[in-house]
């Protein structure tokens, strides 16, 4: 895995080890670009947001995210859906899948992991939320099995890109995760820390993604709640990042 280089750009960080015609991008806490929130300010946050890259908000499609598995495939009939209100998001979903260009697809997170996938053979992507629910049901995997059976996508030209979420510096968790998980979860000081990075990574690898291909933004949203929003540090009513990719024409 490989640590990469950002690119601050007003109200995104983009990451630098992409192919040209794709925006693989993340928001930090300039703006809240979460739903719960009036509607004007949701829309209000996600343009300035967007227009870092030249992002029409009629292209954004998020999902009603519910930390489970779920992984839908995102057409043109699409658009626009859960652009501003969750009501009409992509209902029960944690990842999406796309081959049309112009669609941005983003996800909301405030400590959970967003992982971007490309693949330029194929010309399709795809975006995923992971927190430990959704790494423990395997979404990662699911979807480079949808990617692979549907789309044809031969793992080993996948790129992979490791948004901001919370890193086992910071991210303690109860002794119930010992059983939760075999890997990635860490003894310190007498108190156990879930590596959401490291299963993931595995989780991909395991897929057939080449560890050179995955690219990793080292962000902790805990240790870097000055710039990111973070659940764990501040409770329930914290807004969220969003993150997104988008092929161009």
């Not at 983009?14 to 719960?36: E, H, Q």
């Not at 590596?195 to 057939?208: A, S």
């Amino acid at each position: 895995m490989n640590d990469s280089a950002l690119t601050k750009s007003k109200h995104l960080y983009l990451f630098s080890a992409v192919p040209k015609n794709i925006i693989v991008a993340f928001s930090g806490r300039d703006y809240d670009a979460g739903f719960d929130q009036e509607k004007e300010k949701i829309i209000y946050n996600r343009k300035k947001i967007l227009s870092t890259v030249d992002i029409r908000l009629e292209q954004l499609v998020c999902a009603n995210q519910i930390h489970d598995d779920k992984v839908v495939i995102v057409t043109n009939s699409d658009r626009a859906r859960g652009s501003v209100s969750r009501s009409d998001a992509i209902a029960y979903c944690d990842a999406m899948i796309t081959k049309e260009k112009n669609i941005a697809l983003g996800v909301l997170t405030a400590d959970c992991l967003s992982v971007f996938l490309l693949d330029e053979v194929k010309n399709v992507i795809a975006i995923v939320h992971s927190g430990w629910r959704g790494t423990k049901k395997a979404i990662l995997k699911k979807t480079v099995y949808i990617l692979k059976e549907i789309f044809q996508v031969e793992p080993k030209n996948l790129l992979a890109y490791f948004g901001p979420a919370i890193r086992s510096c910071c991210y303690e968790v109860k002794e119930e995760f010992l059983d939760y998980f075999k890997r990635g979860v860490i003894r310190r000081d007498g108190k156990i820390f879930l590596d959401l990075i490291q299963i993931n990574r595995l989780q991909l690898q395991e897929c057939g993604v080449l560890n050179a291909n995955i690219f990793d933004c080292q962000i902790c949203t805990f240790c870097q709640n000055d710039t990111f929003f973070s659940y764990r540090k501040e409770g329930k009513n914290c807004g969220r990042q969003i993150s997104l990719v988008m092929m161009r024409d």
